[in-house]
Structures are given as structure tokens and as C-alpha cells.
């Protein structure tokens, strides 16, 4: 039977996970053959292992080298030395689950507003080759060893200690499962940010630059932008960590909640792009950065094109929208994703203070300027707004809204194939893998449906808590994070 089993692994398509989504696309699609059509963490069934995170994880599951990196809280301490609320980055072996090590990060304890109590590190790192590009609950962008401080400290940050201690505490001796930090860029100190409830953003590792967004958002009121200047979106050397180049978009005024998406990119007419979804509801297109910049400059992005998801929302004074459930500004959480000359992306009202109205939206990358017009393909309404980033497959387009929606559609027309109504909310992003697709809900609900025109639902289970990640597979495995659970999902 091992070997069987072993001959079955061997034919499969297995490889890592290292960022979320296809790298550079971010399209949520896996070339993985084998994946169970259901498992139970109850009965072990399917279960390869299960790891306890914290109480409150956001991070999609990535896979590199053997680790497995998942973002947490500090609610279950994996080392007595961290007590208390902390952001938390764990690398667990993927074998087992055991940890390897953590990064371990205080709160901001200035103003809740600015990291929620509880939520952790809520954004889904990024690895190429032995680093780890992570942005930490403090909304620092970070860059770390893969292997932690295991093999030593490989600088030039020496800081670790202090690093992961409370400000009114004293430094802690690092230790090897602690993280071993290369570099850090404090956005919020460097650039005045001023983050809204938590950092998020799944890092983009393009060429000798990594791009981020920085979680520019409104006061504790939500009346009102404290950086309305700042930027929303950056590139850094990867190396270093210094800034090479900002958006100069003027996005805050405009931004009714925060800035919560990510960026993708894609090769246009032979000009590699980074798409970037604003916290004003517009996709914007910038022209990736020179690989060699003028040393000691910081250059502003070029952009190439933008696209507003909303036309016809109010662009001045959008704070007096505030909760209005009918009307009000849009904006965009979930990534948008490049595919075959065409980006997609959701767009509408903010979940927690804005109107229902949302879309996902089919965008003409091969134009240039302002593409509102020009470049829609097609629009398609979601039952409310969508936090999540789609996956695009065989001609199809997969999505999920906060209206309990699944819907596949047609990636030519947007033409809805079919819909299933599930549970619970869904903040997280389908996963199409193995002609299936998974996707879980806020009730704790997950879902396996084939990944086809033709509607089938394969299982339906609850979990034990909310999936507010998306799910990812690597290696022949699927990974799945709940509240405070990963699960390794392997056919048996």
C-alpha cells in the first residue's frame, strides 16, 4: 500500500504554495491532482494533521522549502517568555505541523483603531527562495529568513529581541524559534500612515522590488482621513528594504474605510504592469518600477491606466456616506487578478459602513489612460460586497460575496453559469484545484463544488470556526485555516 501511495504522490502535479495565489497573476487556482472531495476534523478523516493557531486567524496558508507560514494571534502562546495580545507569524514544518519558529510582534497599543485587539498578523506572506516578505500588525513591511534564527543571525538587523518586546518591557533574548529579521520598513513611522483596524496586505515579490499597500485609512470616528497625503500603495528594494517609488494618486481623501487590497501584475504588450486595487474603488495599473533606480531617489509610480469600478458614487465628501446602506463610495479588498489580457476585480460599498450595491468587474488591460469607459469588458452584480480575490479556470470565473453567494461565471461574457447559496458570510477567496473548488465561510460552513459549468456540490462541512482565510494546496495537501485551527487535508 506505501508504495502505491508514493507512485500516486509521484504523478500528481505537486509543488509549493510560496505566495498567495499564482505568482505573479494572483489568480487562486492550483495545478494540484488528488485533493479529497471532503474531510472531517471530528473523525480525523482526510486529516493529515492539525496544528492549534491562536483564536483569530485571517493569513491564507503559504508553502515553501517544508514550512508552512500562517498568520495568528498570541491567544494559545506557543513560548511562555510572549504573554499577552501579540501579532504572530508562525513557520510550522509541513510534515507535521510542529513549530520551527515565529515572529512575534507587540500591538500598537496607542490606539486599538489602529490594530484591533486580537486580529494578529492578518496578512498572508510572500517567499522567494529563502526569504519571507511579511507586513506585520505594527504595518511594517518586513523581510525574513526562511529558516529562522536556527542557523545564526543573518542580519544586518540585530534587533530581534527588542523587536518582539513591549516597549515598557525588557528586551527578550532571541532564541532559535525565533524569527530571524534581514529588514524592516516602518510605513507608518516613514510615511506618516495611518493604518485603519489592521494591517493587510499579501506582499508582491516582482523582479528586484517588492509592492505593498499600506493600509492608509480614517480615524477612530471614521469621520475623517488622518493621512489624507500618505501613500497607498509602495515598492521597496527587496534587498534593503528602502523605498524606491509611491503612488501619487491623492487616494486618501477619498477612501471612505481603509486600504485593504493587494497587488498583482501581468506582461502587457511587453510591458510587465502592477494592478492595484484602492481603497476608492478604482483599479489602477502602474508601470513596474526600473529594476536599477537612482540610488537614494524615490520615484513616483507611473501610471499606465485606471479604471473606477464606481463612476457615478460621490468622489468629495465621502465621510457624510458614513453607514448610508443605499449610496455612498465603493471600494476594493480582494486582489485583482490578471488573466489572458484581462483584470478582474470586485468592487462596492464598504462592508462594515457602506451601501449593499457591488460588482465584479472585467477589465481591458491592453488599454491605456482612463479605461472607465473604454475598457470594461463586461460587469456582473454580487449580492453584496466581496472581499475576495477570484480564480479564473478553464473559461470559468469563480467568486464569493458577503451575501453567502458562490457564483461561477463565465470569464468571456459574465454571464452567470450558476450560484450556491451557502451559510455564512464569505471573506475569504475560492481556491479551484483538481477540477474542484473550495471556499469557506464566516459560520464555520466549507464547501467543495466542482470547478465546472454545470453545478454539483460535492460536500458541505462544518468546522469548528469561522474560515475567514482562503484555503491553498501544495504538494498533493490542502491547506485549511479556521478561527484557531490549520488543518493539512490529504486523501487517504
Known sequence: MLHIVCLAASLSLAADRPQWGEHPTRNMVAAETGLPDAFDPGLGANIRWAAKLGTHSYTTPVVARGKVLVGTNNDAPRDPRHRGDRGVLLCLDEKDGSLIWQLVVPKIAEDR???????????????????????????????????????????????????????????????????????IYDAVKELGIHQHDAAHCSPLVLGAHVYASTSNGVDAQHLSMVAPSAPSFIALDKETGHLVARDDERIGPRIIHCTWSSASSGTVNGQPLVFFGGGDGVCYAFAAVEPVPPAGTVAKL???????????????????????????????????????????????????????????????????????????????????????????????????????????????????????????????????????????????????????????????????????ASPSAANGVLFVATMEHLYAVKAR
Request: glycine share 10%; with cysteine; hydrophobic share 35%.
Open 113 to 183: 483603531f489602529s490594530d484591533w485587539p486580537s486580529t494578529g498578523i492578518a496578512s498572508s506572506p510572500s517567499v522567494e527562495g529563502d526569504r519571507v516578505y511579511v507586513v506585520t500588525n505594527r504595518g511594517e513591511v518586513a523581510c525574513l529568513d526562511l529558516d529562522g534564527l536556527a542557523d545564526g543571525n543573518d542580519g544586518p538587523y540585530r534587533d530581534e529581541g527588542r523587536h518582539m518586546t513591549p516597549a515598557d518591557q525588557p528586551s527578550i533574548e532571541p532564541g532559535p524559534t525565533d524569527a530571524d529579521i534581514i529588514w
Open 302 to 468: 507611473r501610471k499606465v491606466w485606471s479604471f473606477d469600478c464606481d463612476p457615478t458614487a460621490p468622489k468629495e465628501d465621502v465621510f457624510k456616506f458614513q453607514d448610508n446602506r443605499k449610496e455612498g463610495p465603493s471600494n476594493i479588498t480582494g486582489i485583482p487578478v490578471f488573466h489572458q489580457g484581462r483584470v478582474y476585480v470586485t468592487a462596492g460599498g464598504d462592508l462594515w459602513h457602506g451601501k449593499l450595491q457591488a460588482w465584479l468587474k472585467c477589465i481591458d488591460a491592453t488599454k491605456t489612460g482612463d479605461v472607465t469607459s473604454s475598457g470594461v469588458v463586461w460587469s456582473y452584480p454580487l449580492e453584496r460586497h466581496s472581499m475576495s480575490t477570484p480564480a479564473i479556470a478553464d473559461g470559468l470565473v469563480f467568486i464569493a460575496d458577503c451575501g453567502r453567494k458562490i457564483h461561477c461565471l463565465d470569464a468571456a461574457t459574465g454571464r452567470a453559469h450558476w450560484t450556491h447559496q451557502a451559510k455564512g458570510e464569505i471573506w475569504g477567496s475560492p481556491l479551484v484545484a483538481d477540477g474542484k473548488v473550495f471556499v469557506g465561510t464566516q459560520r464555520g460552513d466549507f464547501w467543495i463544488l466542482a470547478a465546472a459549468r454545470e453545478k454539483a456540490v460535492l460536500s458541505g462541512l462544518d468546522l469548528d470556526h469561522a474560515v475567514n
